[in-house]
């Protein structure tokens, strides 16, 4: 496993949970790191992303609320998410890329994230 998510859980709407994730040392540092979530009967939606560098870029429907972050030493990223909607209701999944063409190189296995109204 190259990437290991965990964080998610219940939350009342309002509410807020942080997700991690760990990259094994077969990830590369440079990568971009992500996370995309998919709602039950729903594609996969891009949700937050993070270059080494620091750029980050955000879905609209997230943006003022979820933060990214990663800790580039310790191979991880974090989304930090504030007001949390019943809509945000999903399986969240980490994943990798290449930082020249976006191309996903690995996914983690996913972490569900529950919000009730």
């Known amino acids: 496993v190259q990437l290991q998510a965990s964080g998610g859980g219940l939350v009342q709407a309002g509410g807020s949970l942080r997700l991690s994730c760990a990259a094994s040392?077969?990830?590369?540092?440079?990568?971009?790191m992500g996370w995309y979530r998919q709602a039950p009967g729903k594609q996969r939606e891009f949700v937050a992303s993070?270059?080494?560098?620091?750029?980050?870029n955000y879905a609209d429907s997230v943006k003022g609320r979820f933060t990214i972050s990663r800790d580039n030493a310790q191979g991880t990223v974090a989304l930090q998410m504030n007001s949390l909607k019943p809509e945000d209701t999903a399986v969240y999944y980490c994943?990798?890329?290449?930082?020249?063409?976006?191309?996903?190189?690995?996914w983690g296995q996913g972490t569900q994230v529950t919000v009730s109204s």
């Open positions: 040392k077969r990830v590369s540092r440079l990568d971009t």
């Open positions: 994943n990798s890329a290449n930082p020249h063409n976006s191309r996903i190189k690995y």
């Open positions: 993070a270059t080494s560098g620091g750029n980050t």
